[in-house]
């Protein structure tokens, strides 16, 4: 197995375990800062919903950083060089 196929499995890992929750919780986030509870008793304050949003947006960020820095090509692989006859 190839780093290529590595990068992408860990790309499609850190979606669905990172991603996914990170959307979820924007959108619980995004509808607790506007006062709009997402809980039947009792709605949180805005400021947990804010910080929310800041927590979504780390968990989204971090796939882009897995698949940016696995599959990226790196200068002076062996790949770039020229065949040698």
Same mark, same amino acid.
């Given at each position: 197995?190839?780093?290529?196929?590595?990068?992408?499995?860990?790309?499609?890992?850190?979606?669905?375990?990172? !991603?996914?929750?990170?959307?979820? @919780?924007? +959108?619980?986030?995004? #509808?607790?800062?506007? /006062?709009? $509870?997402? %809980?039947?008793?009792?709605?949180?304050?805005?400021?947990v !919903?804010?910080?929310?949003?800041? @927590?979504? +947006?780390?968990?989204? #960020?971090?796939?882009? /950083?897995? $698949?940016? %820095?696995?599959?990226?090509?790196?200068?002076?692989?062996?790949?770039?060089?020229?065949?040698?006859?």
């Amino acid at each position: 197995m190839n780093s290529k196929n590595t990068g992408i499995i860990a790309t499609v890992a850190t979606v669905l375990l990172c !991603g996914c929750p990170g959307l979820f @919780l924007c +959108l619980f986030g995004a #509808l607790t800062a506007a /006062g709009q $509870g997402t %809980f039947n008793d009792s709605s949180l304050s805005p400021s947990v !919903g804010f910080g929310l949003i800041c @927590l979504a +947006l780390i968990l989204i #960020l971090i796939p882009v /950083g897995v $698949g940016f %820095f696995t599959l990226r090509k790196k200068p002076g692989t062996p790949e770039d060089l020229p065949p040698v006859s």
